[in-house]
């Protein structure tokens, strides 16, 4: 790795040390050009010299939302700069989201394995999105659930023999459109009527014979919801 310079964003001094000797024992090649405890001591810092690397708290002085603007404002007037987030946010998975969006290069929980080296190296490489053990977890696991889900619905779609009609018709039917509305649809080829048919051949599919019997557009909905046809996190209106 070649020789960088970094600035410490922390604001407890225990922890500032522990990090600071992480650099000494471990990371060598650092030139630590300053520490700040604050907003204020790192646009100080930022002035007299540009580091290569902002390694950064994001509880500063108990807010959380100080270290995301901080990251947000170096990424748009230093883009060279590159932005680690060392943080015991370890359970704040939207604050991690918002430094993400904001810029940042990495996040490395304070937890486990802690930063390391190699998670320093990655960032001055150019790699972006690094992560620690704890993280990567979590990213794992949403992306099995993801494509779990994925894998029901389209072996939902083919096994009830689900066309792009029958989508239409259920996603506007959980955001709450009459038959009517969904009739008047920009490129919906279909009347009241049809529509009607279209829910009661729906219900056949999706219900068996036994539990068809007393079946409204809600329960329809649910049971829709229920295979994956349509996706609660992605009920979106077509154009009108």
């Not at 700040?36 to 902002?54: C, F, H, V, Y």
Request: overall charge negative; hydrophobic content about 40%; charged content about 30%.
């Amino acid at each position: 790795m070649e020789p960088f310079k970094v600035i410490i964003v922390e604001d407890v001094k225990l922890e500032l040390k522990g990090t600071e000797e992480i650099f000494r024992s471990d990371i060598p090649e650092a030139e630590i050009l300053g520490t700040a405890m604050n907003e204020s001591e790192l646009w100080s810092l930022m002035r007299q010299q540009l580091p290569d690397l902002l390694l950064l708290d994001l509880g500063l002085g108990g807010s959380t939302t100080v270290g995301v603007d901080i990251c947000r404002q170096v990424h748009t007037r230093y883009p060279d700069v590159k932005v680690l987030i060392f943080t015991g946010e370890i359970l704040n998975e939207r604050l991690w989201v918002d430094v993400l969006t904001a810029g940042a290069d990495g996040i490395i929980l304070k937890t486990g394995e802690l930063l390391t080296r190699n998670d320093v190296r990655q960032v001055m490489s150019g790699k972006r999105l690094v992560f620690n053990e704890p993280i990567l977890e979590k990213i794992v696991a949403r992306f099995k659930k993801s494509v779990i889900n994925e894998t029901r619905r389209t072996d939902a779609v083919i096994d009830f023999d689900i066309d792009e009609y029958d989508e239409r018709f259920l996603r506007h039917l959980a955001l709450g459109y009459t038959k009517d509305m969904i009739a008047g649809l920009k490129g919906m080829p279909f009347g009241v009527k049809s529509l009607e048919k279209r829910q009661v051949d729906l219900i056949n599919r999706l219900f068996p014979e036994n539990e068809r019997s007393g079946v409204n557009a809600t329960r329809l909905v649910v049971r829709a919801l229920q295979l994956r046809i349509i996706d609660l996190d992605s009920l979106k209106a077509d154009d009108e």
